[in-house]
């Protein structure tokens, strides 16, 4: 199992990846899937919108909660409503040139900071944060278990987690991702979520809520090539990304059908 010193040692790669971003043509290939097809398609049918709009509701009031937004680059989608809206704000990542940037962005807001440092490094010293909000971030640590041994050491008493990560549990994405990943640039940190480390978060958190997406709705790729209307499309998309939303909250099955996943989870 890796150990936190060869976490630390690749993080250092992925620094250099992420202040230097240099794709190779698979990875390419990848990314342009990735944010040209399956964005159009949240697009269409308003996932992507709804998976912000449902954190947003997580947060709840902000005004006495210690936030840390980790991994956030040079800002999410909600690093400065949670710098503008919080007790007392941290934004970290590993990349410092990313964290230039979300510096000049928060240098109006008093409460607000941002920090180039590695989450597990023993330099990180801040803690008891009530909120820890991991946009895209949980599935870059390949050892589970010294992750969540580092958030619930972080997480103040009944601190909470909202978490959105790919899953690599429907069988038609992790034959076209095995196929990928050996030609895949940053590998050694893209660890998508499995059956395995999803129990390990849920045997270590209480899941408050989770939902999925793009299950039955990632399909809707494929009905280009059926003769309908654009609007018809766009109503067949919804419908089936409606199904996976609602349904994904209680079914392990149809959770795992899905592409993504995001989680609140609190601490035990």
């Known amino acids: 199992m890796e150990t936190t010193e060869a976490i630390l040692e690749t993080n250092k790669k992925q620094k250099e990846f992420y202040n230097n971003i240099k794709q190779n043509f698979f990875t390419k290939i990848w990314a342009k899937f990735r944010n040209g097809l399956l964005n159009q398609i949240r697009k269409n049918v308003g996932i992507q919108d709804q998976a912000y709009l449902l954190h947003k509701e997580w947060f709840g009031d902000l005004s006495n909660k210690k936030v840390l937004d980790l991994g956030c680059f040079t800002g999410n989608y909600w690093s ?8 007392q704000y941290l934004g970290i990542d590993l990349s410092d040139v990313a964290i230039e940037k979300l510096k000049e962005k928060l240098k109006f807001l008093p409460n607000a900071k941002a920090e180039a440092v590695d989450f ?3 330099d990180f010293l801040e803690k008891d944060f009530d909120l820890i909000y991991a946009y895209g971030v949980l599935h870059h640590f390949k050892n589970t278990t010294i992750l969540i041994d580092r958030l619930n050491e972080k997480l103040a008493t009944n601190g909470t987690i909202i978490s959105y990560d790919p899953l690599e549990t429907s069988l038609p994405i992790k034959i076209i991702r095995a196929i990928y990943r050996p030609f895949q640039s940053d590998a050694a940190w893209e660890w998508p979520l499995t059956k395995k480390t999803f129990y390990q978060y849920k045997n270590a958190f209480n899941i408050i809520e989770r939902r999925g ?46 592409m993504h996943l995001t989680m609140l989870m609190q601490k035990k």
């Open 213 to 258: 997406v793009l299950g039955k709705s990632k399909w809707v790729a494929f009905l280009d090539i059926l003769p309908i209307s654009e609007n018809k499309k766009k109503i067949i998309g919804q419908k089936w990304h409606k199904q996976d939303w609602d349904k994904s909250f209680t079914s392990d099955r149809v959770m795992f059908s899905c």
């Open 120 to 122: 597990l490094s023993p």
């Open 80 to 87: 400065y409503y949670l710098a503008e809206h919080s007790k």
